[in-house]
């Protein structure tokens, strides 16, 4: 599968983010 540059990053980011996100679900006291 090719990525242009842009997909790529939109991409990374996404998974980013999911990450991101259930870490502050997971973890909503280490966030303060």
Do not use: D, S
């Not at 790529?8 to 280490?30: D, H, M, S």
Request: glycine share 6%; aromatic share 10%.
């Amino acid at each position: 599968m090719h990525l242009t540059r842009v997909q790529f990053e939109a991409l990374f980011e996404g998974l980013n983010w999911k990450r991101v996100g259930e870490r502050i679900v997971a973890t909503p006291a280490a966030a303060n």
